[in-house]
């Protein structure tokens, strides 16, 4: 599971290679370490159907058997079974995003004793980006001390590792996209072609940058 992962390029790079018509971001710093329920960048479709980088909270409405018992909801960072009927409401092209990225971790080591691995493409951490979902102005309680709030929520597909993320957590990778027609898939295409995106970058793809800092402050 990938509940760490850094984003460092400045946001010209980003809409230029996401052709994203609109910039709401602001000033958008550089984020060495982005964690679970924090705010980050993501590409969307607008209103208008035109795209536009704009902030999100990091983790999707949790599913009802999750939240039992519970009286906030933190969100759900990573997507896996697509074919669940509460992720399927959002797999269509109006709620399909993509999360740009520079480097992800993956946790190693024993319980109580767990370091981040870093993972970028290269060792000048290409901006790529994660095939994403989103909702907007979804009401829940996300930390009980903030009480209900109003929100836009995000995140991102996962699917089996390739080597290089296997050997250190092999459940699971972030689904990532590299090329200009795989973007213009996951935001344009039917779920039927999309869904072929839910697959591991080829094996020797990626490359352990760092190790043991929970920021990657080299991005």
Partial sequence: MCNLYSMTKGQIAIRELARAARDL????????GIFPDSLAPIIRH??????????????????????????????????????????RRWLGVEHRCLVPFTSFSEFEGAA?????????????????????????????????KEGEVEADLYAFLTCEPNAEVGAIHPKAMPVILRSPDELETWMTAPWEAAREL?????????????????KDEAA
């Fill in 25 to 32: 971001t602001g000033n958008l710093p550089s984020l060495p």
């Fill in 46 to 87: 607008g209103g208008d159907g035109e795209r536009e980088l704009a902030m999100a909270r990091w983790g999707m409405p949790s599913p009802a058997f999750v939240l039992k018992g519970r009286t906030a909801d933190p969100g759900i960072t990573n997507v896996r079974n697509t074919s669940s009927p509460h992720w």
């Fill in 112 to 144: 109580g004793h767990k370091v981040p691995v870093w993972f970028a493409l290269d060792d000048s951490r290409p901006l790529a980006f994660f095939a994403g979902i989103q909702v907007r102005s979804w009401k829940s309680v996300r930390k009980v």
């Fill in 198 to 214: 839910q697959r591991p970058l080829p094996d020797g793809s990626l490359k352990v940058v760092a190790k043991g800092a929970r």
